[in-house]
Every structure is written in C-alpha cells, then in structure tokens.
T-cell receptor
Framework: DAGVTQSPTHLIKTRGQQVTLRCSPKSGHDTVSWYQQALGQGPQFIFQYYEEEERQRGNFPDRFSGHQFPNYSSELNVNALLLGDSALYLC??????????????FGSGTRLTVV | SQQGEEDPQALSIQEGENATMNCSYKTSINNLQWYRQNSGRGLVHLILIRSNEREKHSGRLRVTLDTSKKSSSLLITASRAADTASYFCATDWYGNKLVFGAGTILRVKS
C-alpha cells in the first residue's frame, strides 16, 4: 500500500525563480494538505485541498499557490522565491472530515534550498 | 504561528530509561496527535487522543490529555536507540489543519 509520495526530494533554486512541488496522496485519501518546516521548527500549515478546491489557508502570502487534480494528487507552486522560503515542504493526506483514529499520513518531504 | 510549546526542547537519556515529553496548546481542540520525525524527513503518526479521552496507550507509548490545562504528555517506556528523533504534538479541529508545536529532540544513548 503506497503511502504519500513527494517529488523531487531535493531542489536548489535561485532567488526570484519559481518552483513546483508534487504530491501523490495515500490510496483512499482525497484531501491533501501542505506544510512548510523551517530548520529547527515545527511544520506550519500552508493550505488544504479537497475536491480540487482550496478549503483552508494558513498565514502564507499569495506567492504560494496550489492545485489538486481529479486523481487527488496535488502541486504546490511558489513564485518569486525568497531566501526565507528555504525549508522542508511536507505533504499530508487524509480522508476529508477526518474521523478515523489514524491521523494524517505524511510524505518524506521536499527539501528546497533558495540561493 | 505555533500552537504552543513542547517541553523540554531537548532530552538525552540512556537506553532502557523512560522519556517524557510535554506539550501545551492554546485553543479548543477535537483531538491531539503526536508525530515522530527522523533526521528532518517525513513525519510518522504515533498516536491520536480525542478531546474526550484522558489517557491512551499504544505499545510503549502512553499519552495523557488534560483539556482543562490545555496540555498533553507523551511517555515512551524502555527507550531504544531507534527512538532517537524529534517528537511533535499537533492539535486538530475536525480535520481542517494540524497546528504543531516546536518539538522535542530526543536522544537515546546506547
């Protein structure tokens, strides 16, 4: 049973560039959430997608945008990269309106370095 | 912003000892979850406790929840070197999003 798959695992970009990160949710999950984890800190919620729409959004600027496809996979796009965007980006999937005791399933993350 | 704080920030123990980590949060919750993270990679779900529960066990893990004090604790008994990791608590309000603490770094020495 495949868990959450994220690609790429590592990425180096230059300030001002744009980046796209990808996530395939766990089988049977239809909701995808994205988190940003800076070094030494806990993950921070970016946004959540369900039924191809953004349902919840954290305190992140519009430079951060996303998309969910009919097969429930998702992309995170970041425009005009800043040095401060360097972080581990985590994707988590879940059944919507989580009611099972299983918690969220996280991918291994994409390590983004902006130089 | 972070939901609250974990205490201690770092913990170093010998193999076989118990490890206790505490978590405080600020708002109402539906459930509280604990996750483990090895070497800055993905998070692994350990245990979930609902707001109407006070204690829950899973293998060597014991979690308590005190909603009146907005706090939780995670106890790992008979620790192993493989338990070395960062541990995070996260609060959840009906599946909308997880709000994480800053984490506790646990080192188990063999």
């Amino acid at each position: 049973d495949a868990g959450v798959t994220q690609s790429p695992t590592h990425l180096i970009k230059t300030r001002g560039q744009q980046v796209t990160l990808r996530c395939s949710p766990k089988s049977g999950h239809d909701t995808v959430s994205w988190y940003q984890q800076a070094l030494g800190q806990g993950p921070q919620f970016i946004f959540q997608y369900y039924e191809e729409e953004e349902r919840q959004r954290g305190n992140f600027p519009d430079r951060f945008s996303g998309h969910q496809f009919p097969n429930y996979s998702s992309e995170l796009n970041v425009n005009a990269l800043l040095l401060g965007d360097s972080a581990l980006y985590l994707c988590a999937s879940s059944p919507y309106r989580l009611s099972s005791p299983g918690g969220y399933t996280f991918g291994s993350g994409t390590r983004l370095t902006v130089v | 912003s972070q939901q609250g704080e974990e205490d201690p920030q770092a913990l170093s123990i010998q193999e076989g000892e118990n490890a206790t980590m505490n978590c405080s949060y600020k708002t109402s919750i539906n459930n509280l979850q604990w996750y483990r993270q090895n070497s800055g990679r993905g998070l692994v779900h350990l245990i979930l406790i609902r707001s109407n529960e006070r204690e829950k066990h899973s293998g060597r893990l014991r979690v308590t929840l005190d909603t009146s004090k907005k706090s939780s604790s995670l106890l790992i008994t008979a620790s192993r070197a493989a338990d070395t990791a960062s541990y995070f608590c996260a609060t959840d309000w009906y599946g909308n999003k997880l709000v994480f603490g800053a984490g506790t770094i646990l080192r188990v020495k063999s």
